[in-house]
């Protein structure tokens, strides 16, 4: 096996084992935001939501991993689809990745800190906030990657 197809086998095996966390936390892990209101920062610290991108910040990056690995292995007649598919998914790991880490080290200790001042356009908990906004074009891109690799399999 040579590099190329094990690195992809990991990053496969990666991309399938964040998504099972990432979907499990989702819909099973216990979120504390009934009930939270303008200003939107009133949150406990240890909320699912913050714990819920740690898998999501890796799955983005194994991602991109499995997909540099699928368009080398890709027929050159199919390459255009899978290089299409490869800049979709580096601009939704370059948005998720950037959101989720302004959270942790900018949202989050000035929520510990009691600096909440003008932080509710940058909380999650805000629906029309602006971490919203960036996480859903970043899985619109992520959704766009996975149309344009669609035809590399087909």
Request: glycine share 6%; aromatic share 16%; net charge negative.
């Amino acid at each position: 096996m040579n590099s190329v197809n094990r690195l992809g086998f990991w990053s496969a095996i990666l991309t399938a084992f964040f998504a099972a966390v990432f979907l499990g936390m989702g819909l099973f892990g216990s979120s504390y935001t009934e009930g939270i209101k303008y200003p939107y920062v009133l949150t406990a610290i240890r909320s699912i939501d913050y714990n819920l991108w740690y898998p999501a910040f890796l799955l983005a990056l194994a991602v991109v991993v499995l997909l540099v690995c699928v368009h080398r292995q890709t027929s050159e007649e199919k390459k255009v689809f899978s290089q299409i598919a490869l800049c979709f998914a580096v601009i939704y790991a370059t948005l998720t990745v950037s959101d989720f880490f302004i959270q942790w080290t900018v949202v989050l200790p000035s929520i510990v800190n009691n600096e909440t001042a003008d932080l509710s356009l940058f909380s999650i908990y805000n629906p029309h906030g602006i971490p919203i906004a960036i996480e859903s074009l970043g899985y619109l891109m992520m959704n766009t990657s996975l149309l344009f690799l669609a035809p590399v399999f087909g």
